[in-house]
């Protein structure tokens, strides 16, 4: 398995050299924007966006969202949330607009209220 993931990072390096460009940020436990410090937690705060994705398996939601200057998150983002109560996966669909309210322990930002926003 170790060997595999070396391949597999040793590929990822390599075109990313061959292509001058940096790697592309993944989606999920590595939204952009400065990381609190350990133990520090930012927010709650309000944010809203665009329902992308709805991941059962990991029990993550995934939305298009506005910048969250309290959050460290400066930029519109689509990323995964981790969710305070999974229940709020059956809430949403793609697509839908909503307002949220999330904080932010290192990589991790965990939305604890969701909510449909008015059409
Ligand atoms: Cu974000």
């Given at each position: 398995m170790r060997g595999v993931v070396a391949f597999v990072i040793a590929v990822a390096f390599a075109g990313a050299a061959h292509a001058q460009m940096p790697m592309p940020m993944p989606m999920g436990d590595m939204p952009m924007g400065q990381a609190p410090a350990p133990g520090q937690v930012l927010g709650p705060a309000v944010g809203k966006g665009e329902v992308t994705r709805i991941d059962e398996a990991t029990g993550r939601l995934g939305i298009r969202h506005e910048p969250i200057p309290a959050l460290n998150m400066a930029t519109n983002m689509n990323m995964l949330f981790r969710l305070a109560?999974?229940?709020?996966?059956?809430?949403v669909k793609v697509g839908d607009q909503v307002t949220f309210e999330a904080q932010r322990e290192g990589a991790q930002v965990t939305i604890i209220k969701l909510q449909k926003a008015a059409p």
């Amino acid at each position: 398995m170790r060997g595999v993931v070396a391949f597999v990072i040793a590929v990822a390096f390599a075109g990313a050299a061959h292509a001058q460009m940096p790697m592309p940020m993944p989606m999920g436990d590595m939204p952009m924007g400065q990381a609190p410090a350990p133990g520090q937690v930012l927010g709650p705060a309000v944010g809203k966006g665009e329902v992308t994705r709805i991941d059962e398996a990991t029990g993550r939601l995934g939305i298009r969202h506005e910048p969250i200057p309290a959050l460290n998150m400066a930029t519109n983002m689509n990323m995964l949330f981790r969710l305070a109560d999974p229940a709020m996966l059956t809430q949403v669909k793609v697509g839908d607009q909503v307002t949220f309210e999330a904080q932010r322990e290192g990589a991790q930002v965990t939305i604890i209220k969701l909510q449909k926003a008015a059409p």
